[in-house]
């Protein structure tokens, strides 16, 4: 396995374990969960796009056949997972929307073996078991409460979309296509999507009033979602899906401690082991096999 794919790939997740804090700036600044997204998408499209049109213009060229992988990849993988997840964290609570939103590894093994032929080994399985009992462990045991049928629903086709968004991207990369270039269009297909759904005079207005929201919100698109999901791709190149989905289990890990880091949230002894069994399924991944 590809040392480099794995760090891209733990880079990804630990940027992506850190978004709740990052958010909750601009949330306080004043900015809802859809603007909040919106801007992600946005910024990374515009970016990359730019930077491509003064390095090098040729990898903007995609063949016209190809486009329908990006407009999965970007409606779908991206647009479509963030309005899920908001939906979902908006009806019950964060940590089973994550609890959730973490079965998507199952997913990408699944579609992994019956599109790219994947192995399904005893290996992965292991890993991937010990990984969702740690995510449980350390985002909160669900409680005895019903949870609503929508928010399940809602929440396990945020976990589908999250895992096309891996199968289209790798699709992308065996059409030869580069990540920036795969970003780059699939974000900016998802910012056609998520715009439209937001309130342009609420933005102007937080803008306006605070001018270093401008600053949160490049920060947020540069360096919790340009740069991790450019890692992501990069990733891809070298490591099948199911296993990069297992290692991307980094990101309840980091949320967890910077909880503990940034807001004293409470070290018990559950979330010690369940941070423990995702580091355990991580060294179970990278141990060599002859397959």
Same mark, same amino acid.
């Given at each position: 396995?590809?040392?480099? *794919?794995?760090?891209?790939?733990?880079?990804?997740?630990? $940027?992506? &374990?850190?978004? %709740?804090?990052? *958010?909750?700036?601009?949330?306080?600044?004043?900015?809802?969960? /859809?603007?909040?997204?919106?801007?992600?998408?946005?910024?990374?499209?515009?970016?990359?796009?730019?930077?491509?049109?003064?390095?090098?213009?040729?990898?903007?060229? @995609?063949?016209?056949?190809? @486009?329908?992988?990006?407009?999965?990849?970007? =409606?779908? &993988?991206?647009?479509?997972?963030?309005?899920?997840?908001?939906?979902?964290?908006? #009806?019950?609570?964060?940590?089973?929307?994550?609890?959730?939103?973490?079965?998507?590894?199952?997913?990408?093994? @699944?579609?992994?073996?019956?599109?790219?032929?994947?192995?399904?080994?005893?290996?992965?399985? =292991?890993?991937?078991?010990?990984?969702?009992? %740690?995510?449980?462990?350390?985002?909160? @045991?669900?409680?005895?409460?019903? +949870?609503?049928? %929508?928010?399940?629903?809602?929440?396990? $086709?945020?976990?589908?979309?999250?895992?096309?968004?891996?199968?289209? &991207?790798?699709?992308?990369?065996?059409?030869?296509? #580069?990540?920036?270039?795969?970003?780059?269009?699939?974000?900016?297909?998802? *910012?056609?999507?998520?715009?439209?759904?937001?309130?342009?005079?609420?933005?102007?207005?937080?803008? *306006?009033?605070?001018? /270093?929201?401008?600053?949160?919100? +490049?920060?947020?698109?540069?360096?919790?979602?340009?740069?991790?999901?450019? $890692?992501?791709?990069? %990733?891809?190149?070298?490591?099948?899906?199911?296993?990069?989905?297992?290692?991307?289990?980094?990101?309840?890990?980091?949320?967890?401690?910077?909880?503990?880091?940034?807001?004293?949230?409470?070290?018990?002894?559950?979330?010690?082991? &369940?941070?423990?069994?995702?580091?355990?399924?991580?060294?179970?991944?990278?141990?060599?096999?002859?397959?």
């Amino acid at each position: 396995m590809n040392r480099a *794919s794995q760090f891209f790939i733990v880079y990804a997740a630990v $940027s992506w &374990g850190l978004v %709740g804090v990052w *958010s909750r700036y601009l949330s306080a600044a004043g900015f809802s969960f /859809s603007e909040m997204a919106a801007a992600r998408c946005f910024i990374t499209a515009v970016g990359l796009f730019a930077f491509l049109l003064l390095t090098n213009r040729e990898l903007i060229k @995609i063949n016209i056949k190809d @486009i329908w992988v990006f407009i999965l990849d970007g =409606g779908i &993988g991206i647009a479509l997972c963030f309005i899920c997840y908001f939906i979902t964290a908006n #009806t019950i609570t964060l940590s089973a929307t994550t609890i959730l939103l973490y079965t998507a590894p199952y997913m990408v093994m @699944i579609l992994s073996a019956a599109i790219f032929k994947e192995k399904v080994t005893l290996q992965k399985i =292991g890993a991937l078991l010990i990984a969702f009992t %740690g995510c449980v462990m350390t985002v909160g @045991i669900i409680d005895n409460s019903v +949870l609503p049928l %929508g928010g399940i629903l809602s929440g396990l $086709s945020a976990a589908l979309c999250y895992a096309l968004y891996t199968i289209f &991207g790798k699709i992308a990369l065996h059409k030869k296509y #580069t990540p920036i270039t795969i970003t780059a269009y699939s974000y900016g297909i998802a *910012s056609i999507i998520l715009i439209p759904l937001c309130d342009m005079r609420a933005i102007a207005a937080v803008v *306006s009033e605070t001018g /270093s929201s401008i600053l949160y919100l +490049l920060v947020f698109g540069i360096f919790f979602t340009l740069l991790p999901y450019l $890692s992501y791709m990069k %990733g891809l190149e070298k490591l099948d899906p199911g296993r990069a989905s297992i290692i991307a289990f980094a990101e309840p890990l980091t949320a967890a401690v910077a909880g503990i880091a940034v807001y004293r949230e409470m070290l018990t002894p559950i979330k010690m082991l &369940g941070m423990a069994l995702i580091l355990i399924s991580l060294f179970i991944l990278n141990i060599k096999r002859g397959e």
